[in-house]
Antibody, heavy 123, light 106 residues
Framework: EVQLVQSGAEVKKPGESLKISCKGS????????IAWVRQMPGKGLEWMGI????????RYSPSFQGQVTISADKSISTAYLQWSSLKASDTAMYYC????????????????WGRGTLVTVSS | DIQMTQSPSSLSASVGDRVTITCRAS??????LNWYQQKPAKAPNLLIS???TLQSGVPSRFSGSGSGTDFTLTISSLQPEDFATYYC????????FGQGTKLEIK
């Protein structure tokens, strides 16, 4: 089955570090970009960044540059999103999603999503 | 950055109604526009890509149109399972989402 499986919910204190994961299976993980999307409680979707697991080429949204680090380990088909010092405002659901196109010409879309990892940051 | 603005932010409608949601880009994005549906506590689900290409398995009552800066998502006859939040997304330059349109039962 083609799927992205995300790590479980996390409860952390402000200032703590965290790394959450997204493991792909059922397809060639190294050949498709993986995006991270934030959804704060009751709010909309925000694209955070994207990584190509084949060579770890990474792009960040300006809003998230310097705030998080996206990485990947292609040997275990897993992408990561990490924080070095969490803030209460990082409380959100975080989704990973596969970037895909069946038509070429740059018509990308996010066709496969993980179920999300809920991160709660509270003192 | 390209900004995406959806209208309305929320909408009340009845089963059987025809509904249109609008998405406007801050600059021309050709047809690099996708639509997603999200139900509570679920991940988003892709409905339409490239402004008007219906994804496999998506009911034909959903349709998309537009190019340049103005786009629409239309549901021709609302079904109970369509009450959800809808997001547009541009992929012309990075991957910005609109703020969402919550479709509620009247």
């Amino acid at each position: 089955e083609v799927q992205l499986v995300q790590s479980g919910a996390e409860v952390k204190k402000p200032g703590e570090s965290l790394k959450i994961s997204c493991k792909g299976s059922g397809y060639s993980f190294t050949n498709y970009w993986i995006a991270w999307v934030r959804q704060m409680p009751g709010k909309g979707l925000e694209w955070m960044g994207i990584i190509y697991p084949g060579d770890s080429d990474t792009r960040y949204s300006p809003s998230f540059q310097g705030q998080v680090t996206i990485s990947a380990d292609k040997s275990i088909s897993t992408a990561y999103l990490q924080w070095s010092s969490l803030k209460a405002s990082d409380t959100a659901m975080y989704y990973c999603a596969r970037r895909y196109s069946d038509s070429g010409a740059g018509y990308w879309y996010f066709d496969l999503w993980g179920r999300g990892t809920l991160v709660t940051v509270s003192s | 950055d390209i900004q995406m603005t959806q209208s309305p932010s929320s909408l009340s409608a009845s089963v059987g109604d025809r509904v249109t949601i609008t998405c406007r880009a801050s600059q021309s994005i050709s047809t690099y526009l996708n639509w997603y549906q999200q139900k509570p506590a679920k991940a988003p689900n892709l409905l339409i890509s490239a402004a008007s290409t219906l994804q496999s398995g998506v009911p034909s009552r959903f349709s998309g149109s537009g190019s340049g800066t103005d786009f629409t998502l239309t549901i021709s006859s609302l079904q109970p399972e369509d009450f959800a939040t809808y997001y547009c997304q541009q992929t012309y330059s990075t991957y910005t989402f609109g703020q969402g349109t919550k479709l509620e039962i009247k």
